[in-house]
């Protein structure tokens, strides 16, 4: 049986999950944004920066993101910007799909990432995807003009965002040109942790 496919980010509360421009990723204002994902135990592990860390409900939603996902697919920023930011050993540990018009032969790294660049749209990267991913979900890990594609096609499941308690001003809207029209939520659970709000909806059409 196919899993669901889903996204899950980090969101501003006036609704930015990154800023407009790739030299302000990583800067202070989306560091702040992520901050409730560094210290977590299960962050520290997969990224290789040491068995420390916080244990909790946060904790376990890293864990259980990153567990249901058997493959993921990315928009051409988002992985241009990973590239030069993940180590050598890529915190997916799955085939990632990137939505491109680049040609480029797949790029393995090791502990078992495989980037596949695939060049006619997200439908073909989707079906590669759930090949890839067997019963096990497929994550649109971003950036968020590759997630609202995914959201306005009908091809979203469901989608958690932590909401974190910081503003942004200005960047880059998860929700910006949604087709409000055709999409429908239902909620599925909210959590409120220390840091953030886990939020948890499923997405219908209207």
């Given at each position: ?193 220390q840091r953030v709000t886990h939020l948890t909806y499923a997405v219908r059409e209207r």
């Open positions: 049986m196919a899993g669901k496919v889903f996204f899950s980010v980090s969101m501003s509360l006036d609704g930015f999950i990154a800023p407009e421009s790739l030299e302000d990723l990583m800067g202070q204002q989306w560091m702040e944004l992520q901050q409730w994902i560094f210290p977590q135990r299960f962050f520290r592990e997969n990224l290789k920066l040491g068995e420390d860390g916080e244990e909790g409900r946060d904790n376990d939603i890293a864990r259980e993101t990153f567990e249901r996902t058997g493959a993921s697919v990315m928009g051409k920023r988002m992985f241009d910007a990973g590239e030069q930011a993940w180590p050598e050993e890529a915190p997916f540990h799955t085939p990632v799909f990137v939505v491109t018009h680049e040609k480029r032969d797949p790029w393995e790294r090791p502990g078992g990432t495989t980037f596949h660049f695939v060049n006619d749209g997200i439908e073909t990267a989707l079906d590669q995807a759930r090949e890839a991913a067997g019963d096990r979900d497929v994550r649109i890990a971003g950036g968020g003009a590759t997630i609202l594609e995914y959201v306005n096609a009908g091809l979203i499941d469901e989608f958690s965002i932590a909401l974190s308690p910081v503003l942004f001003g200005s960047g880059i809207r998860l929700f910006e040109g949604v087709d409000a029209g055709r999409v429908a939520l239902e909620p599925v659970r909210a959590e409120p942790t």
